[in-house]
T-cell receptor, first 114, second 112 residues
Framework: GAGVSQSPRYKVAKRGQDVALRCDPI?????LFWYQQALGQGPEFLTY????????KSGLPSDRFFAERPEGSVSTLKIQRTQQEDSAVYLC????????????FGQGTRLTVV | GESVGLHLPTLSVQEGDNSIINCAYS??????FIWYKQESGKGPQFIID?????DKRQGQRVTVLLNKTVKHLSLQIAATQPGDSAVYFC???????????FGKGTRLHILP
């Protein structure tokens, strides 16, 4: 596809369940970002990859959050033992250069923890 | 702490009028600023950007103004249309840092 694709579009998880969110960036894009967006708030940075290297994970809220991009393309954000406060939209973005390239966002995965 | 923020959470504008959305930032080292538009159920969409060595940049119906003296950023939308209804975020990429830092957003509501 032409844009950033995220799946699933919606996810309902029971508290304590593990979830995995997938991001397919635009082909060839070097940089990949994950953001968390709570209802009525702006996106909050979680982590950033340049190719397969995770250069910044300072925004991950706890050690229950883990992200990977093993081959420098598709990325997975995993949340272990989900809690209600993890409910949010998780956005993925990619860009073709570091720093100031235009970042293209996917539609996000809406996670609801019940 | 350093952050990007917006003055008003909601802005109502008559259809056909011009809209001005404001943003204040506090990181004087920021080198690059972006305005995003986010419609309901969608991810943020790039509108226009500006570098710190510029004070104005124009696009199609949109203009971004940067005042580094008072650390103020604004987005002007000419002849506002119903399709402009969305939440608008200003964002910055601090110098030597790759992550995009978003403000809280302003919801633009178009009156018929």
């Amino acid at each position: 596809g032409a844009g950033v694709s995220q799946s699933p579009r919606y996810k309902v998880a029971k508290r304590g369940q593990d979830v995995a969110l997938r991001c397919d960036p635009i082909s060839g894009h070097v940089s990949l970002f994950w953001y968390q967006q709570a209802l009525g708030q702006g996106p909050e940075f979680l982590t950033y990859f340049q190719n397969e290297a995770q250069l910044d994970k300072s925004g991950l809220p706890s050690d229950r959050f883990f992200a990977e991009r093993p081959e420098g393309s598709v990325s997975t954000l995993k949340i272990q033992r989900t809690q209600q406060e993890d409910s949010a939209v998780y956005l993925c973005a990619s860009s073709d250069q570091t720093g100031d390239g235009e970042a293209f966002f996917g539609q996000g995965t809406r996670l609801t923890v019940v | 702490g350093e952050s990007v923020g917006l003055h008003l959470p909601t802005l109502s504008v008559q259809e056909g009028d011009n809209s001005i959305i404001n943003c204040a930032y506090s990181n004087s080292a920021s080198d690059y600023f972006i305005w995003y538009k986010q419609e309901s159920g969608k991810g943020p969409q790039f509108i226009i950007d500006i570098r710190s060595n510029m004070d104005k940049r124009q696009g199609q119906r949109v203009t971004v103004l940067l005042n580094k003296t008072v650390k103020h950023l604004s987005l002007q939308i000419a002849a506002t249309q119903p399709g402009d209804s969305a939440v608008y975020f200003c964002a910055e990429i601090p110098n030597r840092d790759d992550k995009i830092i978003f403000g809280k957003g302003t919801r633009l509501h178009i009156l018929p």
